[in-house]
């Protein structure tokens, strides 16, 4: 399910529900239901975010999430073939997403939670595997973590006090 919105920031964001599960806490009079909806938001040009929110209606849980998500955007830095810069591994919690960089044509080879982080970051050619825990809000996390490790050429660099030709080989 996916929508257009604008953040206040200028960025037009596509948002897309990852999961919705219904919640139940015991109290002395029965039990209370909510949902719980897992948002995640992106441009499709490198800016990416996900979002938990908690409602009594799925509407307003997905409302929440994506205000969550938009308030968690962080930047992707992409190469010249729409892909990562270099290989990396994000961890959340048991759930373990290995990010490899791939030549154009490859397309988004990734399962669900992880796709769906790709597709709206902008990504088109990026192999994942999703290594421990297969929950979904840890997967998303993890490689939302993996994605935030990420540095371009021009950081490292700069970094190291070296060229780019020297850093590339």
């Known amino acids: 399910m996916k929508r257009e919105i604008i953040d206040a920031s200028g960025l037009e964001l596509t948002e897309n529900v990852v999961a919705i599960k219904r919640v139940t806490k015991v109290v002395k009079g029965g039990r209370n239901m909510r949902f719980s ?3 995640v938001v992106g441009d499709g ?5 996900a979002g938990m929110g908690k409602a009594a ?5 997905i409302r929440k999430g994506k205000e969550d998500a938009m308030k968690k955007l962080i930047t992707v830095n992409l190469d010249e073939n729409n892909s990562i810069t ?3 591994t994000g961890k959340h919690t048991g759930a373990c997403v290995l ?13 669900g939670p992880a796709r769906s ?3 709206l970051a902008g990504i088109k050619n990026i192999r994942t595997k ?16 993996a994605l935030d490790q990420l540095k371009s050429p021009e950081e490292v660099s700069r970094l ?7 850093i590339r080989g």
């Open 117 to 119: 982080v790709c597709e």
């Open 45 to 49: 040009n490198g800016h990416v975010g």
């Open 160 to 166: 190291r006090g070296k060229s780019i030709e020297e």
């Open 130 to 145: 999703s290594l421990g825990s297969n929950n979904k809000q840890n997967v998303v996390l993890a490689t939302l973590t």
């Open 37 to 39: 909806a897992l948002v």
């Open 86 to 88: 270099h290989d990396v």
């Open 99 to 111: 990010l490899k960089k791939s030549p154009e044509g490859t397309g988004i080879i990734a399962g």
């Open 57 to 61: 209606e799925i509407p307003e849980a």
